[in-house]
């Protein structure tokens, strides 16, 4: 999953749903007010993804109620859509829907989701729009320094800082190779590969073990930062050796 954290409230649950969307390069925002054949409506959620140079426009409604989500909100929503002429609609619910929503949701250009389910939705686009390119930006050092072969300035470092860079090399390789995995996105991009799942294969990688913690790809986001970023600077320190003399 993207994100294994429950939106706080209704306001941060529309939130949470447009950076998402933003995030896997669909365009969103929070409460637009449209204009339709009835007068002005106010949508909690508006956006427009597009595909091969055709727009299509999609309407969200977020409900953080204490009980669960009745087929009266499918009949309204699905008038919304039809006088605002959207290509479809979602419902996202945190406690879930009555019997009766599912049964008016049939035959309709509307998705009735949970949270969870609403990100199994778009997660591999946001894989591939955001993840891969935030692991590329802010982990990219990382998998240069890692590779196999010997960059440049690392044959001008001293025996004592030769050394050094050995031990990281050994040190980081994994990390290196994970981050290269998660770059990649073998399992979007490739059907002969999985793209990593989470958590994290035990024993799979020589990592720390506290990457093998996460349960959605936002919050290991988080804990890679912990362990990379270091790791980086340590690099950094023996290049900025060659670089300074």
Request: glycine share 4%; charged share 25%.
């Amino acid at each position: 999953m993207i994100t294994n954290m429950l939106p706080i409230d209704w306001r941060d649950l529309q939130n949470k749903v447009a950076q998402l969307l933003n995030e896997s390069d669909i365009k969103a925002e929070v409460g637009k007010k449209i204009k339709n054949i009835r007068g002005v409506v106010e949508i909690d959620v508006f956006a427009r993804e597009t595909i091969d140079n055709r727009n299509y426009d999609i309407l969200i409604e977020c409900k953080n109620w204490n009980s669960k989500v009745p087929q009266t909100v499918i009949h309204s929503f699905r008038s919304v859509i039809s006088d605002i002429g959207a290509n479809i609609g979602y419902i996202i619910s945190l406690k879930g829907f009555q019997s009766g929503a599912y049964e008016a949701n049939q035959f309709t250009n509307i998705d009735i989701l949970t949270w969870y389910e609403f990100q199994e939705l778009f997660e591999e686009k946001w894989l591939r729009n955001y993840f891969s390119k935030y692991i590329e930006k802010h982990f990219g050092a990382l998998m240069t320094y890692a590779e196999s072969f010997v960059p440049t300035w690392a044959m001008e470092l001293n025996e004592k800082d030769s050394l050094n860079f050995i031990e990281l090399h050994k040190k980081y390789e994994d990390l290196g190779w994970l981050l290269l995995s998660l770059r990649n996105m073998s399992g979007i991009f490739s059907k002969k590969d999985k793209f990593p799942q989470l958590p994290l294969e035990k024993n799979k990688y020589n990592i720390p073990k506290i990457l093998y913690e996460p349960i959605s790809y936002r919050e290991l986001l988080k804990v890679l930062h912990e362990c990379c970023d270091p790791a980086i600077n340590e690099y950094r320190k023996l290049r900025n050796n060659v670089i300074n003399t």
